[in-house]
């Protein structure tokens, strides 16, 4: 099999194109021998390995609460590398640096700017109290209530049913000290909304505090190094200090005074950090796709198989069947790396005029990410053949962090229904304006050409948008209730809308790094790579093209053909594009991405690591 070699590092500055140095010293950091995966371990014992794992990077500074401040981009950074060796330490990270430590530094003052320096050091363990048990997408509607004692000046913390306990919380089983507890705010009798406030419900010597139940959720199918919690409050009573109070706060007469009246907007006010949980949860499912595909591709380099001789000399991936499951997912995760590393650059530099276009971004990347992520991870694992069922070769533990990732911090189908909603109403407000939709020339188009491809890529993005938008005018204009339209009548073209909007930017971003690329071998490949991607793009909505009369039957085979065609032609660049996407040697513990005739040569039971040293 032939190979077509390039700037691998060139590509990977790219794709990887903020905090160089600290990523690069990162990822050596993780030669430490800890961060080898252990499978047939204890529950207990596998908490324990995640919690030191995540002691080790924060003893080494490589992620800070501060970063919000000084370096955003690094918080992102440091999820996409953790994200390609352990799901469970990176899920803990993301809960104790975005979501409590994010929480707590941009929703608090001065106050609670002592708290700061023990998040870092992780003396101070902290979760998310946000998800109820009956109480998820819709959290505005959450039971638990914080209701002010004014002769005490103290809040009193509550959950007064089985729907209010606060549910799915990383960290809170084992290891979390403290708390961000959403909660209903009542203030001399009035429901002022949703507030933050920070309880305790671990003392230092980690026994529970006074009138706080903690259970254990138990066993899940993936990430058990994590420990997810349900928590209850019994009137649990904390200072008035303890109400995060950048935007509301309790006065000395007892009387809460707040820059923002609605309290609804209190609410996306104070939840806010899920934007940047987003981005944080498409970073790490970057990084640990990124770890499927270097596994199936240098296994399917390596293993061979019958060949036109009959004799086992063809590596697996000279078949078109390996080519053609493999190189597509490859494409695809470059193309929404690029949109990713835009949307991520766009959140840490947005003004206030933005926010409502950054909402849909973070909204739509993290379900293309993790979407992704699932779909690579399960069918590389399905081509690695019997080997990918093994624990200790990755694809098991990795479809288990997808899964999370796909309804963490929102539902990903639920997001992609606010992106719609936000789409059309920036569309109604001329925020965003598409050209006048023109398929004229469609039938005549050379599908071959990258230019038709773009075109087409646009037109189906444009054609949604306004097929949806025009659905809503007509059936809300004829009294249909919005609840019945949007939630019963037009789900499909929602998700396909949302679907088209977030792959139409990843593919203008891959296009521009295109047009900037100056060596020629990196822009060759890329070239391929981004051609191959809006191919993509169309061939799986073809019956769209085709029922809507942009395609002809002819072009319809073409496009089938063509990809196929483009797929060959990409196969011997594959080996430097998987370079480029950024794994070190020793950060890739898969034996058969290695030498997994040695791996089998001794009894291991599976494990990379002897039984003595688990």
Known sequence: MSVTTFNAERLNALLENDNRDKRARFKEFLKDPLFVPRFNVPLAAERDIALE??????????????????????????????????????TKMTVQWNLFGGTMIKLGTQRHRKYLKDIDALN?????GLTELGYGNNAVEMETTATYDEAAKEWIIHTPSVLAQKYWITNGAVHAKWVCVFAQ???????????VFLVRIREENLTISKNVRVEEMGTKFGCNGVDNAKIWFDHVRIPAENILNKYSDIGADGTLSSNINNRRARFLVVADQLLAGRLCIAAMSIGGTKKCLTIAFRYASSRKTVGPTGKSDTPIL????QQNALVPLLVRTIGLNFGLNYIKGRWANHSDAEHNEIVRLCCVIKPLVTWNFERTAS????????????????????????????????DNSVLMQKVAKELLAAVDAKQVVYPKLDTTGTTKLDITRGESLIKLVKLKENALVSELGQNMKTKLGAGKPLFEVWMTQE????????????????????LLALQGETDVGV????????HLFAHTLVSQDLAWYLSNGILSPTQGKQVTSHQRVLVKELVPYTPSLIDSLGLKPWMVFAPIANDWAEFNRVDNQGELVPSARL
């Open 53 to 90: 794992r995540l002691k080790r990077i924060a003893d080494a500074g490589f992620i800070s609460v501060f970063d919000f401040e000084t370096n955003p981009l690094n918080i992102f950074a440091a999820h996409e590398i953790s994200g390609m060796v352990d799901g469970s330490f990176t």
């Open 124 to 128: 101070a363990v902290g979760c998310f």
């Open 185 to 195: 705010t009542f203030v001399k009798g009035k429901n002022e909304g949703i507030h």
């Open 318 to 321: 000279s078949y078109q069947l």
């Open 379 to 410: 069918i590389c694992r399905e081509r690695c053949g019997g080997q990918g069922y093994l624990s200790c070769n990755e694809f098991g533990p990795n479809i288990g962090f997808s899964h999370a990732g796909m309804t963490a911090e929102g």
């Open 491 to 510: 789900s499909d073209l929602i998700q396909a809308t949302s679907k088209a909007y977030g792959e139409s930017i990843c593919l203008d971003q891959i």
């Open 523 to 530: 822009k060759n490949a890329l070239a391929r790579v981004a």
